[in-house]
């Protein structure tokens, strides 16, 4: 009989096999020159903004801000299944063993992004603080509240109300936040006593889920959304069978497609309106990157290198919401509309403009805030041409690719 180890060694084993299999198609050849171009400019830019600051700017806020959401994140990598809440439930007290290697995969997983995250912020740190601060004390902080959180994270599932996980993490968010501005303004006292306040709501929580059993439908859910946001990542470049649909209600959003005319060839704008409100996760994902985006360009006050980071958050969202024109392709009602293939496209590639519009007016509003009106009116222009070859040219050649295979 298989113990907790080999299930768990099986499973780490097919889900590395997965990613390995899709991965191979989501970074050839032209992914790779998008993320070199990127990075080798971006990095160019970056280094000239990193000379330019001074002790004045205000980065113990900046980090606080970004490591507040960046430790907030994430819960622990179980690789359960949906038939395990049933064939499992009976061993549920020898999964140890399970639990603890899931949870070193995943803060390891996590050490290394935070790791990453933190080189890249190193130059502002040494070129903008000034005192006694260790940027290697720092990280260490920033490993220990990563622990921390992952472990709250794990007790909180425990509890069945959803929103209690919501507030925990809004709750954990601003504790990182407080915590980490603390230390690097050098307020030693003050930041004990937030430690102090972040453990005991970790012991809280582990108390409350003392004697409790395995969360099975949290974590399955956690998992199902977890590979859900890769399957739809992969399917941008080869059909994913696996795939599944979630779907969210979202009324308070229902004003944004209330002004689509009631006619045929609006069907799919409709319908492409709909799915990006209410199904998966491409509402939160443009949420999100729209937001990071947004602190860099604010945080930038009116650099040139706001201009590269328009443009790479707006092909990354563009490009990863290519995916919703596969969405439906395996409901068969679609199918039935009588609209016809190039009234599809244009709807799709109409509402994709202007999800990207939208974003590039945000963009383009943080950036006014520094003051410098004439680079702003260049941003938005030079971001306005760039999204209109992004969805008219590049998305639909690619579209019409996909169409015809």
Known sequence: MMNSIQLWSKRFGERMKEMLKFGRYMFNDHILIVLLISIGAGAYYYKDWVASLSEDFPTAFLFAVLFSFVLATGNIITFFKEADKVFLLAVETKLKRYIVRSFILTYVWHLYLLF?????????????????????????????????????????????????????????????????????????????????????????FALKTKGKSLPWERLIDNEERRLGQFYRIANLFTDVPELRMEVKRRKGLDIFYKGIPFAQNSTYSYLISRTFFRSGDYFGLFIRLTLIGGVFIFGLDGSYLSYIIAILFIYLTGFQLLSMWKHHDYVIWTDLYPVSSDIQLQSFLKILLNILWTQNLFFTFLFLSSGEWIKGLILFIVSSVFVYLFVFVYCKNRLVKWSQN
């Open 116 to 204: 990453m995250l933190l080189l890249v912020l190193a130059p502002i740190f040494f070129n903008t603080m000034s005192g006694n601060q260790s940027y290697v004390i720092f990280a260490v902080l920033i490993f220990v509240l990563k622990i921390i959180n992952l472990f709250v994270r794990w007790f909180v599932d425990f509890d069945y109300d959803k929103q209690v996980v919501t507030w925990d993490v809004l709750t954990r968010i601003c504790l990182n936040g407080i915590s980490i501005f603390l230390f690097m303004q050098e307020a030693y006292i003050l930041f004990a006593a937030c430690i102090v306040i972040f453990l005991a709501y970790f012991v809280y």
